[in-house]
């Protein structure tokens, strides 16, 4: 018919062979782990005596003790495993370092941007010679800029007799900035936050970098109209 037969006397013979094989393969095993088990013997037992002799004796890092390391989880690992564990810990510790490195490079590079940047309060009186002689609180500003300088030497005044209390000064400017200045940063309390250099026109610009934190300026005139000025940082 075509199809694959087995008479008994050649099964017979194949389950013999399959036994022959089976105790081949498990003796094999057995001499196996006899052969391990007494090299581990010999490696534990040489590597207490080099522990033993502080170790001398010129023994090699691999005949120590392999087995039995608990790594810091409680699994155990070979003497490899350990050098491993240490030389992550050490990526780790190398990383975080790095990482201090690198957060310290991003302070010190804020901290010189912040070195290069200023942050002021400022207020704005503008004339009929400005640039742009309206604002929100005025869409047709008419007045000279002697009259301008006038009002602003008023507010001047009412600053510096709260100039020796800080947060006096601060809260006053604001104030009066949110009312008197017809710069637009009113809103803000004279507020236009951080900037660095050729960001403000020339004049504004030399002012408010020369002035020390928590300084007020003069009158400071720009194309804009005249200003006064106080730096935050």
Do not use: Y
């Not at 003796?27 to 502080?54: E, I, N, P, Y």
């Not at 810990?89 to 310290?104: H, I, L, M, Y």
């Not at 704005?124 to 002689?133: I, N």
């Amino acid at each position: 018919t075509g199809e694959a037969r087995w008479d008994a006397p050649s099964l017979a013979a194949a389950k013999a062979l399959e036994n022959d094989l089976a105790a081949a393969v498990a003796a094999a095993v057995a001499s196996t782990t006899a052969g391990t088990d007494a090299q581990q013997h010999h490696k534990h037992h040489h590597g207490h005596a080099s522990s033993s002799s502080g170790g001398g004796g010129g023994g090699q890092p691999s005949q120590q003790l392999t087995l039995n390391l608990g790594d810091p989880s409680g699994s155990v690992v070979g003497s490899a495993g350990r050098e491993d564990d240490v030389m992550s810990s050490g990526k780790r510790k190398n990383g975080r370092e790095a990482s201090s490195s690198s957060s310290a490079a991003g302070g010190e590079s804020r901290n010189k941007r912040r070195r290069e940047e200023v942050r002021v309060l400022h207020i704005l009186k503008k004339h009929r010679d400005s640039r742009r002689p309206a604002s929100w609180r005025n869409p047709n500003i008419t007045i000279d800029k002697a009259k301008a300088e006038e009002e602003l030497k008023e507010l001047i005044t009412i600053l510096e007799e709260v100039s020796d209390d800080q947060k006096e000064l601060i809260a006053t400017f604001e104030e009066l900035a949110r009312t008197e200045s017809d710069c637009s940063s009113a809103k803000r309390g004279g507020d236009l936050g951080f900037f660095g250099r050729r960001k403000m026109q020339p004049a504004f610009e030399k002012a408010s970098f020369g002035l020390k934190v928590g300084e007020l300026s003069g009158i400071v005139e720009t194309s804009s109209g005249v200003h006064v000025i106080l730096r935050l940082d």
